[in-house]
């Protein structure tokens, strides 16, 4: 029984490169959620996704970040042209259903370091 | 964006003590959860609660879904070593699309 696994765990990244992070959800599960967590902080929502749909992007700044969840294989959080401020650890929780009273379940995260 | 506060930021206690975490907001909000993190670690589900009033346990763990559904609290009873993490709540608000809020953090430490 796989939990939600994430990859990789750390990625650093130079700035003006670009980050790569993938969520595979629990078995089962078609609702993909990715937050940001900032150290001494909670989780900040970032974007919902079902499979091929983004459902809810509010959380996700406008410029180089951009989310996927395709038919087949992972969901991909991608950030283009890394800053420093992007440095944080990144969670990507999965749920078998939507709306109020889903529970969510988390990953590992991926911690990225942004030199 | 909507907040949930929890404080204090840390707590200290005592290997074998019951301690109780309280988590407010200004919004009402329609499901809670609470969790655990260990270092280096995501967060981990503890409890869930979906109804206004509800009191649900899970072994040493009790949470409740405060009646004005704008608070929660969650009671950690006879604390041992492996207690020690960061204990966060969240919330799902009304008409919020499946997003939870989270708060800060409580980070608990047990004395052995």
């Known amino acids: 029984n796989a939990g939600v696994m994430q990859n990789p765990r750390h990625l650093v990244r130079r700035r003006g490169q670009e980050a790569r992070l993938r969520c595979s959800p629990m078995?089962?599960?078609?609702?993909v959620y990715w937050y940001r967590q900032l150290p001494e902080e909670g989780l900040k929502f970032m974007v919902y996704l079902q499979k091929e749909n983004i459902i809810d992007e509010s959380g996700m700044p406008k410029e180089r970040f951009s989310a996927e969840f395709p038919k087949e294989g992972p969901s991909i959080l991608r950030i283009q042209q890394v800053v420093r401020g992007d440095s944080a650890a990144y969670f990507c929780?999965?749920?078998?259903?939507?709306?109020?009273?889903?529970?969510?379940?988390f990953g590992p995260g991926t911690r990225l370091t942004v030199t | 964006g909507q907040q949930l506060n929890q404080s204090p930021q840390s707590m200290f206690i005592q290997e074998g003590e019951d301690v109780s975490m309280n988590c407010t907001s200004s919004s009402i909000f329609n499901t809670w959860l609470w969790y655990k993190q260990d270092p280096g670690e995501g967060p981990v589900l503890l409890i869930a609660?979906?109804?206004?009033?509800e009191l649900t346990s899970n072994g040493r763990l009790t949470a409740q879904f405060g009646i004005t559904r704008k608070d929660s609290f969650l009671n950690i009873s006879a604390s041992i070593p492996s207690d020690v993490g960061i204990y966060f709540c969240?919330?799902?608000?009304?008409?919020?699309?499946?997003?939870?809020?989270f708060g800060k953090g409580i980070t608990l430490s047990v004395r052995p």
């Open positions: 609660l979906y109804k206004a009033g």
């Open positions: 969240a919330g799902q608000l009304t008409g919020a699309n499946s997003k939870l809020t």
């Open positions: 929780a999965s749920s078998n259903r939507e709306g109020l009273g889903n529970e969510q379940y």
């Open positions: 078995k089962g599960h078609s609702h």
